[in-house]
Nanobody
Framework: VQLQASGGGLVQAGGSLRLSCTGSRRSFSSYAMGWFRQAPGKEREFAAAISWSGGRTDYADSVKGRFTVSRDNAENTVYLQMNSLKPEDTAIYYC????????????????WGQGTLVTVSS
């Protein structure tokens, strides 16, 4: 699965952005999808994930209540709606895919996108 992330940019604190990640395969709908992020000088960390059906979602505590992950399997796309953004949300955001949600959440996904930069100014 090839993944293409987009939607990053510069936003002021308190603002919103929506990231998109489009997958190349027809079997996209059979994969769990997720978002990770890597801030400057820090390790990559889990942000959010969604099961293949959309029936289950998982969030890091740092984004819970502010970020929402969703998917449109007809469009082979997963979204990350980010609200109430904070300067500490500044990072490169990567989308990931795996056949198993628990593997994805652990950061061991089989497939990764190229990343999109989100910068939140104070």
């Amino acid at each position: 699965v090839q993944l293409q992330a987009s939607g990053g940019g510069l936003v002021q604190a308190g603002g919103s952005l929506r990231l998109s990640c489009t997958g190349s395969r027809r079997s996209f709908s059979s994969y769990a999808m997720g978002w990770f992020r890597q801030a400057p000088g820090k390790e990559r960390e889990f942000a959010a994930a969604i099961s293949w059906s959309g029936g289950r979602t998982d969030y890091a505590d740092s984004v819970k209540g502010r970020f929402t992950v969703s998917r449109d399997n007809a469009e082979n796309t997963v979204y990350l709606q980010m609200n109430s953004l904070k300067p500490e949300d500044t990072a490169i955001y990567y989308c990931a895919a795996d056949s198993k949600l628990d593997v994805l959440v652990r950061g061991a996904s089989a497939y990764w996108g190229q990343g999109t930069l989100v910068t939140v100014s104070s």
